[in-house]
């Protein structure tokens, strides 16, 4: 069995639409005869006569009639992936999955989310919250388009444009400190309370602390930073938390906060995605949308 071209199905289309060879034949800038073939060939595949041919008229049979609710799918299909591929020539999204680290998704994605919907009310928004190591495996897999993770990843697949930087600071219970700044020295002789491994946030906090992971104090291993302040505010010892965490981290518990002496601890924030993928240019509005959410 041959198999149905599109031009039989745009010719069997324009066919049943005008009931005339003739006019059928100008609607499709060919010659009446090569539509004739044309539309004998496709009853000839499918074993049907598509049909009634009248002196001055043509008219559907009723497997016609059938055939054409089939065709017509088929040809929208084909109309939408035309428009979908000049809609990716020209930079824009229909979807787009995105990974965000648990230190950054509950602080941004509120505001972020509002702000690419008006940014791109067509686009499809799939969101995954995970740590690094997952994300870097979903994205490297194809699973995710892009990611909001804490910089530098160091993947040479990879492409990494940097969003904002902000600084770190410790939560603790009691009263608060005086307005001086803190040394970063003082916390190596503190309770610290991490999150558990596999989060980026818990070794740069170690990094920050100059603890070695072996050797650190036992305390707290937290899921989320919500846990680590909550056990903070039940006077479990201490913790850190990025900048953007403050408000919400903050608002309903007995702690206060401490910023850090010059050079204060911070991390930067960047989003990434695979160098191969043909939307960088549209990513990279993604990443713009983030910044402006983020300032």
């Not at 194809?142 to 990879?158: F, H, N």
Request: hydrophobic fraction near 45%; charged fraction near 25%.
């Amino acid at each position: 069995m041959k198999n149905i071209t599109l031009r039989q199905l745009r010719y069997f289309e324009a066919l049943a639409r005008e009931g005339h060879f003739g006019n059928a034949a100008d609607s499709c800038a060919i010659s009446q005869p090569a539509l004739s073939v044309q539309i004998r060939e496709l009853e000839e595949t499918l074993g049907l006569q598509l049909f009634e041919r009248a002196p001055k008229q043509v008219r559907l049979t009723p497997s016609g009639v059938a055939f054409a609710a089939r065709a017509r799918v088929v040809l929208d299909e084909v109309q939408q992936m035309g428009e979908w591929a000049e809609a990716v020539r020209g930079g824009l999204l229909e979807r787009l999955r995105l990974g965000v680290i648990p230190t950054i998704a509950p602080y941004l994605l509120p505001r972020l989310i509002g702000d690419l919907t008006a940014r791109f009310p067509k686009m499809d928004i799939d969101v995954r919250e995970t740590i690094t190591p997952r994300l870097l495996e979903e994205l490297m897999d194809g699973r995710l388009d892009a990611a909001i993770v804490a910089l530098p990843v160091e993947e040479p697949s990879l492409i990494e444009v940097p969003l904002f930087t902000e600084e770190m600071v410790l939560v603790r219970s009691g009263a608060p400190d005086p307005p001086t700044p803190l040394s970063t020295d003082a916390l190596s002789d503190m309770r610290l309370l991490l999150l558990e491994e596999g989060h980026c946030f818990r070794d740069q906090a170690l990094s920050f602390c100059n603890i070695n992971a072996a050797r650190r104090r036992d305390g707290l291993d937290g899921s989320s930073l919500s846990t680590l302040v909550q056990m903070v505010g039940a006077g479990i010892g201490a913790t850190l938390i990025p900048e953007m965490a403050i408000g919400v981290e903050t608002r309903a518990t007995s702690v206060h906060v401490s910023r850090f002496a010059p050079p204060a601890p911070t991390r930067t924030i960047g989003l990434i995605w695979r160098k191969a993928n043909p939307m960088g240019n549209a990513l990279r509005e993604i990443a713009e949308v983030v910044r402006e959410t983020q300032t």
